[in-house]
């Protein structure tokens, strides 16, 4: 890549920093779906995963390296401490890659140096210059992190990078770690980089924020007037605490005010060239695959991808939109991939209109999830008369989730109305393939039906969310339910579509015990083995 693009690219860490978001723990057939979509969407580099962090998450970025990272693929990038074991193992996570990238990342800021790693300027100085030179032994495509970058002294903050870079960094990245700054200084920041380091011109400029402040994206923006040209963002602005810089919002400020960003980038005003590689055309899609996978309900208010961002209820809206949809709009709602309802497919089409429907929605499915998905596409189809491309994606998504394939739900029946106690009968077939059968009374149906589960699985538990959402309007519409469960410190989550709200309860909360389950299983393994 040139040091000085003529365009911004996009480094995409949800598989990385937005998994790192409470409850959005993905399993390795999980990340590869979304490193899939990522390719489609076409982001630049993919930040897989921490290689050195567990198995789990060194064979994720190794199998991603292996099946995303093609001749005309993403670059691959795995994460590593400033540390030699942390370095070698990412080095051996992205081999199968054609363009692989190691980042390192030291903390820079004086508090941070003084409570975390207890060292000294001296020391990280060193230490930077040291594991970045190592780093380089195994590829070229070389990042370095100074982290807590926004509360560092930037004098300090020079000679890190100027070191760095002469030891092999290509890419230096500027994170504000913990979400404090704000737009102008975070601009003078990425100003005052570009000024007094000497040799800055041989490393693209990078940065990474949290929105703690609701800042991240505006962040972001301000660097790149300022010399920045790698922005590292997440699909929904998923990340630790309040979240990362959300990839649609930047994509699309990008793309709908190109022409004021134009000059900084040194291109003429008027140009219409695209400022990113992104196909803008794949955000929704990519965003609710991310929302069904993580369990990370998409406010409807959110810009760009929220249910609501093309929505119009006040009547001199209304009229406007009829009339012209730019007094309203500033952007098409299809540029993001979201197109009108349409009856795509009913109950007499057969498989290959089905497959070739999927595909053209971006679907590569192996035929058994293909054979699964038409069974539950042929028997939404008996009970609802339109089928669209968004039932479809809800039906798909909902029968390729890679859940541990432990209890399974056989059948559930609920009893309930104004003046009678909510029943439920719920039978589940156990990982050892017995059927077990239970009941219980609730305060309402699903209450009734998660209490029957309960006694039937005898996993402790406590549901922190429940969320119910509409695919579609109307009264046949498919609901989409969202589970999330808390064990001890961690959370699992569930989802389940289905034409009937109380099945994809039942079904929603059974993958969340699956979850759970399965990594309690796995931690006892652990325990035995050592």
Not at 37 to 63: M, N, P, T
Not at 168 to 180: E, K, L, Q, S
Not at 442 to 463: E, H, M, Q, S
């Amino acid at each position: 890549m040139k040091t000085n693009p003529e365009r911004i690219i996009i480094f995409d860490t949800t598989l990385r920093d937005g998994e790192q978001c409470p409850g959005a723990t993905l399993n390795i057939e999980e990340k590869l779906t979304i490193a899939k979509q990522l390719a489609r969407l076409g982001v630049d580099i993919i930040e897989a995963g921490f290689a050195f962090a567990s198995a789990g998450d060194f064979e994720a970025v190794s199998k991603i390296a292996q099946t995303v990272g093609t001749e005309n693929g993403p670059v691959i990038c795995s994460l590593a401490r400033a540390k030699q074991d942390d370095i070698k193992a990412a080095a051996e996570a992205i081999k199968p890659a054609v363009k692989g990238r190691i980042h390192t990342f030291l903390a820079t800021s004086d508090i941070h140096l003084k409570y975390k790693l207890r060292k000294t300027r001296e020391e990280v100085l060193s230490i930077a210059e040291e594991m970045v030179a190592y780093a380089k032994s195994f590829t070229h495509d070389i990042e370095f992190s100074p982290e807590d970058a926004g509360r560092s002294d930037p004098e300090f903050l020079y000679q890190v990078l100027e070191r760095v870079i002469a030891a092999g960094a290509t890419t230096v990245n500027i994170p504000d770690t913990v979400g404090y700054t704000t737009p102008s200084e975070f601009g003078g920041l990425i100003k005052g980089i570009k000024a007094n380091v000497p040799n800055i011109d041989q490393a693209i400029i990078s940065v990474h924020g949290h929105n703690d402040l609701g800042l991240a994206v505006a962040n972001f923006l301000e660097a790149v007037k300022n010399g920045a040209r790698q922005l590292e963002c997440t699909i929904n602005g998923i990340g630790e605490r309040a979240g990362n810089a959300a990839l649609e919002e930047l994509v699309m400020a990008l793309h709908v005010r190109r022409q004021y960003f134009n000059p900084f980038l040194g291109r003429d005003v008027d140009s219409e060239a695209a400022l990113t590689n992104i196909d803008t055309k794949q955000i929704y899609k990519t965003s609710r695959l991310v929302s069904n996978l993580t369990g990370m309900l998409v406010q409807p208010n959110k810009a760009i991808v929220g249910t609501n961002a093309f929505a119009h209820e006040s009547g001199i809206h209304q009229d406007g939109v009829l009339k012209n949809k730019l007094t309203y709009e500033i952007m098409d709602a299809q540029s993001i991939g979201l197109t009108e309802n349409q009856i795509v497919l009913g109950k007499h089409s057969g498989r290959n209109a089905f497959r070739t429907r999927l595909k053209e929605l971006g679907f590569e499915m192996s035929d058994n999830d293909l054979n699964k998905a038409f069974v539950r596409f042929k028997e939404v189809a008996d009970k609802k008369k339109e089928i669209t491309d968004w039932d479809l994606e809800a039906l798909v998504n909902d029968e390729i989730q890679q859940t541990p394939d432990l209890f399974k739900l056989e059948l559930v029946q609920v009893s309930c109305g104004s003046n009678s106690s909510p029943t439920a009968t719920v039978t589940l077939r156990n990982p050892q393939g017995e059927e077990l059968t239970d009941a219980a009374i609730g305060t309402g149906p699903v209450d009734a039906v998660y209490k029957a589960i309960n006694r039937v699985v005898n996993v402790p538990n406590n549901l922190i969310e429940f969320s119910v959402q509409s695919v579609t309007a109307g009264i046949d519409a498919i609901g989409e339910v969202t589970i999330r469960l808390k064990y001890e410190d961690k959370i699992y989550s569930g989802r389940s579509a289905n034409t009937d709200i109380i099945v994809a309860s039942a079904q929603a909360y059974v993958n969340a015990l699956n979850k759970l389950y399965g990594a309690l299983l796995n931690k006892q393994k652990q325990q035995v083995t050592a």
